[in-house]
Structures are given as structure tokens and as C-alpha cells.
């Protein structure tokens, strides 16, 4: 995970206080199991970008003509790539 447990606990009070400011929200629950919950979102979605992460490398890696990172073409292509398995996994529009 590329984010301490700390810091999502953190973001996770920052969401909620977001929430309720802009009143997006209305909390009906403990507070606590509120940021609970978005807490397990988040640290959900920092799993799925791993996966995603790591699906996209190896892509990269299996090409023939090796393709060097942090090269303007390694980027376009990762991007791509990542962009794609986004939307097969239902994280974004195609």
C-alpha cells in the first residue's frame, strides 16, 4: 500500500469533515463507523490501483523491444495501459 495506515486515517477524518461541511452528507451513524467505512474505500481503491499497477508493468515488460521508464514513450504507453485496465475493472469510462 502506498499510503500509511495513518495518513488513510487521516484522509478518512478529512473526507468526513468535507462531507458534512459542503453538507453532501448528513450522518446518521457513529462518526467513527463512518470513517470506517471510508476508510476501508480508500485503502479498496489503493489495493485495485496496485493490481492495476502491476498488470500494466508486466504489459510493458513483455514487449519484445524494450521500452525504458520514465522515457516520454514508456509514460504514454503506461497511461494508456492503465487507463484501459481502469475501464475494464469498472473504475472509469471508456
Partial sequence: ?????????HLSHVILK??????LIEV???EG?????IKRAVISELKIG?????VVRRKLQSFSRKI???SSEWE???KK??????????RASG
Fill in 1 to 9: 500500500m502506498m499510503l500509511t495506515d495513518d495518513k488513510i486515517l
Fill in 18 to 23: 468535507g462531507l458534512i461541511g459542503k453538507k
Fill in 28 to 30: 446518521i451513524e457513529e
Fill in 33 to 37: 463507523k463512518v470513517r470506517a467505512e
Fill in 50 to 54: 496496485e493490481e492495476i499497477d502491476s
Fill in 68 to 70: 525504458v521508464e520514465g
Fill in 76 to 78: 504514454i504507453l503506461y
Fill in 81 to 90: 495501459f492503465f487507463r484501459e485496465e481502469e475501464v475494464k475493472r469498472g
